[in-house]
């Protein structure tokens, strides 16, 4: 029963990198119903960003805030000189110039970087909270800190002005710009802020993965898995496919399948809810009068 538990809570630590990257998927996809498929090197190499500002000697938490700063000017910059020319292009226009910044990425991390694996930090202490048996001072940690993101993002987005007129923006553009909304600059502050939470979902899990370039490949498949759970055009459903993958993954690779496959549990959720509920556990369903 104590190691089920173990299985638990840590799925549900990872299961919050999960929600952050995946919510993050949804925000873009919200904003111009596309996936961006280079959002795990997005926040891979935001965690190198950070990486190397720790090693130049700063505090964690101020390498940790000042990256995640980093990371929002990026994703803006990224919105408005890359994405911005091909947002009226076909789909498959704005796909491969998705992939493309993901192997970019993942070339310039490597290349300036290398691939040997690297260690990274955990601001938590290495005992165990308590003495528990259950938990890492770790996963304790990235759970706390993701529910703080989740916690601030939803007040942002709910109280506030600037985060009710990106809403607007992403849900409505041409009502948004009727009532005098800059639709564009709203659109880049959503991509600033799906780079940030890809940061930080990094930073996270980079103390347990390693630093690498490829550390965010599994994590992105995860996190697809968890979006299409939860419904790829709601943002509290994937945050709650995020936990809901992160303890899948645990509970059957430890007792059912192994570790060797546990990516096949999301790949396998995919599938399985594109063929029988496309828009998600909580996500809308959108009939059209033909």
């Known amino acids: ?164 007129a990106m809403r607007a923006a992403a849900q409505n553009p041409a009502s948004a710009k009727l009532v005098g909304i800059r639709v564009g600059w709203m659109l880049a502050l959503g991509w600033g802020l799906a780079s940030a939470i890809g940061a930080i979902a990094g930073m996270m899990v980079a103390p347990v993965v390693f630093l690498d370039p490829n550390m965010m490949s599994g994590i992105l498949l995860y996190a697809f898995a968890a979006a299409l759970v939860g419904g790829i055009d709601n943002p509290g459903g994937a945050v709650l496919g995020g936990f809901i993958v992160g303890v899948l993954e645990n509970v059957l690779g430890a007792y059912v399948i192994g570790n060797e496959l546990k990516l096949s549990v999301a790949l396998v959720l995919i599938i399985g809810v594109l063929v029988v509920r496309p828009s998600g556990l909580f996500g809308k369903v959108h009939v059209t009068r033909v």
Do not use: C
Request: aromatic residues 14%; proline residues 5%.
């Open 1 to 164: 029963m104590e190691t089920f538990l173990h299985q638990v809570i840590a799925g549900l630590a990872t299961g919050g990198i999960y929600a952050s990257v995946a919510l993050a998927l949804v925000m873009i996809y919200q904003a111009t119903h596309h996936v961006n498929f280079a959002q795990g090197e997005i926040a891979m190499f935001a965690t190198y960003i950070a990486w190397t500002l720790v090693q130049t000697g700063m505090p964690y938490w101020a390498a940790f805030f000042l990256t995640v700063l980093i990371a929002f000017v990026m994703g803006v910059l990224i919105e408005r000189i890359i994405v911005r020319p091909v947002e009226q292009a076909p789909v498959l226009s704005v796909v491969v110039v998705f992939i493309g910044l993901l192997v970019i990425f993942n070339s310039l991390a490597g290349w300036i970087y290398t691939y040997t694996i690297k260690t990274f930090p955990s601001p938590f202490p290495k005992d165990p909270p308590f003495g528990s048996r259950l938990v890492s001072s770790h996963e304790l940690g990235a759970i706390g800190v993701t529910l703080v993101v989740l916690t601030l993002l939803f007040a942002f987005f709910r109280f506030t002005p600037l985060g009710l």
